[in-house]
T-cell receptor
Framework: TQLLEQSPQFLSIQEGENLTVYCNSS?????LQWYRQEPGEGPVLLVTVVTGGEVKKLKRLTFQFGDARKDSSLHITAAQPGDTGLYLCAGARRSSNTGKLIFGQGTTLQVKP | NAGVTQTPKFRVLKTGQSMTLLCAQD?????MYWYRQDPGMGLRLIHYSVGEGTTAKGEVPDGYNVSRLKKQNFLLGLESAAPSQTSVYFC?????????????FGQGTRLTVV
């Protein structure tokens, strides 16, 4: 059973289009992180959201944490080929003091020029 | 400014062989983790450590052992490799838990068991 469900799993769009990736769970998380991974590399942290309803922006990327802290979304405006990669959400459970992260299965994004 | 370094980067094993993957971090982090990544599965936690001399099981620990004899190193061992252990393995380290916790990942080890 996947505790964090990401959708869509694959996304292929043209340069300039907008897109949204979703990360959903029935569990509550104390924080949620978004990572980006390029082929042959490890994941790199993009952002951490902590407060329910929180919105963070990173250039053309907008991250939102759901009010109930069970879901999150990543919105990319005017996607560019450099945005191509695997996007992973990861949640930290409130009850955990070990730093363990639960990962979603990932969304593979391809942006065509 | 190495961060998290994994060795080796690639390895091919025959079924039944053993090997050790090494992870080294130079950020003085207390927490270290071993994940495996398989297509469509995201990252799954194998074992983790919250400090030197301590280890604990993660989500998929069977067939693996770990050791954390030094704070900067976290070793993952496969005693008798099986084809089901073909995967990409990632090591990560992080500071103590907190809302500003940030995990740093190595570049991965691609392991094929034939």
């Amino acid at each position: 059973t996947q505790l964090l469900e990401q959708s869509p799993q694959f996304l292929s769009i043209q340069e300039g289009e907008n897109l949204t990736v979703y990360c959903n769970s029935s569990s509550v998380f104390s924080s949620l992180q978004w990572y980006r991974q390029e082929p042959g590399e490890g994941p790199v942290l993009l952002v951490t959201v902590v407060t329910g309803g929180e919105v963070k922006k990173l250039k053309r990327l907008t991250f939102q944490f759901g009010d109930a802290r069970k879901d999150s979304s990543l919105h990319i405006t005017a996607a560019q080929p450099g945005d191509t990669g695997l996007y992973l959400c990861a949640g930290a459970r409130r009850s955990s003091n070990t730093g363990k992260l639960i990962f979603g299965q990932g969304t593979t994004l391809q942006v065509k020029p | 400014n190495a961060g998290v370094t994994q060795t080796p980067k690639f390895r091919v094993l025959k079924t039944g062989q053993s090997m050790t993957l090494l992870c080294a971090q130079d950020m003085n982090h207390e927490y270290m983790y071993w994940y495996r990544q398989d297509p469509g599965m995201g990252l799954r936690l194998i074992h983790y450590s919250v400090g030197e001399g301590t280890t604990a099981k993660g989500e998929v620990p069977d067939g693996y052992n770990v050791s954390r004899l030094k704070k900067q190193n976290f070793l993952l061992g496969l005693e008798s490799a099986a084809p089901s252990q073909t995967s990409v393995y990632f090591c990560a380290s992080s500071t103590r838990t907190g809302s500003d916790r940030k995990a740093f990942f190595g570049q991965g080890t691609r392991l094929t068991v034939v």
